[in-house]
């Protein structure tokens, strides 16, 4: 069992990226801002109360969720790796981390420690519940709603810093509605962070992709049953290593000005427009989840108002905050008008200037382009493999050479792997590709629930 504890609460630092100078008439301003956290920091001791438990890295409670339903008997050996894989992240877990097993059908069961209950992971309670993984059988439908909404009380009842689940399914969605899972997702968001994990190939990557997505976590396909044991330890591992909760990207812009856009673009691309709380008089706040010791990047896009050639303004500045009581939910800090949050002491401005150099106004910031060539390549691949489904075979073609030719320019390596798997690439340079006649199902679903991930810039 690996120790995780550290500590301090990590070091947060801002770095804005972008060309400020603006032509004549010119409105829009592009950053790049680059968060990065790192670990040995300290931010200021209500935070760090409020996130670590004494003696310990910082409090967390973990709720695994494992779908139980029928289809986890076919072919037997998935259920049995679902088993294993739940087992090696309960190995996984931190001593005195909060943690429950939730076992998945059409309805939601609490499979350890039971009673509505959390358990304390120690070597004890380590070993109780692989026990009562044994019991483990498959049969009966999926609800995934009714899973988040069980892992939910049960993570709320613990005085943690993190919250996080851990999620698994190998089927669709087909004992809830569309909207009965969103509006769990609803529910939960701001309120636990979730990995989520699709197993074999008949299961709706959009479903998966979009519960990752609403509670700011990663989504991935593990094709093949037996690599789930090393994906759920290194999903457990990522969790373990999360020292702080709720960290909310705040954007202040002066008056007149406003935000087009704020998403993030590394290490995956992810619109956070549409979530904005107020927070205050002209400032937002962005949620981004929890942080361990890493670094990622964010496109923020503002539309200034207009001014004469030699002025200069502050676009936006960009802070970084975190709920003082430390875990409750990003609606608490919204409720308040943003009141009950710590600034944790980084930020970063962004400016325009006014230039009649065109060599100045024109140029493109490197970064700026090259996050928005990732986001058009991740729109690229989504929209071909759509196509390709309703068979509309050239717009898929264009789409996906679209990509092809994206991602070689940008050294998106892993990316161009995955499409030469579903097109024959003629020339990636100028993206010419034809379709494959035939694409392996797990090839054609992994392109797709891979295909926000994105590679940084080289600064």
């Not at 070091?11 to 680059?34: C, H, K, M, W």
């Not at 992240?89 to 059908?105: E, K, N, P, S």
């Not at 004469?308 to 905050?321: I, K």
């Not at 679209?402 to 690439?425: F, I, P």
Request: with cysteine; charged share 20%; hydrophobic share 40%.
């Amino acid at each position: 069992m690996a120790n995780f504890a550290k500590s301090h609460v990590p070091q947060f630092s801002v770095d804005v990226y972008q060309n400020e100078y603006l032509p004549e008439g010119g409105r829009e301003v592009n950053a790049i801002v680059t968060v990065t956290a790192t670990g040995g920091g300290t931010i200021g001791s209500a935070v760090a109360a409020s996130v670590y438990a004494p003696g310990h890295g910082p409090s967390a409670a973990v709720a695994i969720m494992v779908d139980c339903s029928g289809s986890m008997d076919y072919p037997p050996t998935k259920m049995r790796n679902a088993r294993d894989a739940t087992a090696a992240a309960i190995d996984t877990l931190r001593d005195g981390t909060h943690f429950a097993v939730i076992g998945g059908t059409h309805v939601a069961k609490e499979v350890y420690p039971g009673s509505g209950r959390l358990a304390v992971a120690d070597a004890r309670t380590r070993e109780e519940a692989k026990q009562a993984l044994r019991r483990l059988s498959a049969g009966g439908g999926t609800a995934i709603g009714t899973w988040l909404r069980l892992a939910d009380r049960l993570l709320s009842s613990a005085d943690v810093g993190i919250r996080h689940g851990i999620l698994l399914t190998d089927g669709r969605n087909e004992h809830e509605s569309p909207e009965d899972l969103r509006a769990a997702l609803d529910e939960c968001a701001g309120r636990f962070t979730c990995d989520a994990r699709g197993v074999g190939t008949d299961w709706e990557v959009k479903e998966v992709t979009g519960i990752a997505s609403a509670l700011l976590g990663t989504a991935d396909i593990v094709a093949d049953p037996a690599g789930l044991a090393a994906d759920f330890t290194q999903m457990m591992e990522a969790a373990m290593g999360k020292e702080v909760a709720d960290v909310a990207l705040r954007v202040w812009t002066p008056v007149g000005t406003t935000i087009k856009y704020v998403k993030q673009v590394a290490p995956t691309v992810e619109e956070l427009t549409g979530r904005r709380t107020e927070a205050g008089p002209r400032a937002g706040d962005y949620p981004t989840g929890s942080w361990g010791d890493e670094s990622r990047d964010y496109h923020l896009c503002v539309e200034v108002p207009a001014a004469g050639l030699g002025q200069e303004m502050l676009a936006a500045r960009v802070s970084l905050v975190v709920p003082q009581s430390g875990g409750t939910s990003r609606s608490s800090a919204a409720e308040s008008g943003g009141g009950t949050v710590q600034n944790l002491g980084a930020q970063g401005l962004v400016r325009a200037v006014w230039t009649d150099d065109m060599a100045a106004s024109t140029s493109i910031n490197p970064q700026v382009a090259h996050y928005t060539g990732q986001a058009e390549l991740a729109q690229a691949i989504q929209q071909g493999l759509d196509l390709r489904k309703a068979g509309d075979f050239d717009g898929a073609t264009a789409k996906l050479g679209r990509a092809v030719q994206l991602a070689s320019a940008s050294g998106n390596a892993d990316t161009a792997k995955l499409l030469a798997k579903v097109v024959d690439v003629v020339d990636a340079a100028t993206g010419t590709v034809r379709l494959k006649a035939k694409v392996e199902e797990a090839d054609e679903m992994t392109l797709e629930t891979r295909s926000t991930k994105t590679v940084r810039v080289k600064k």
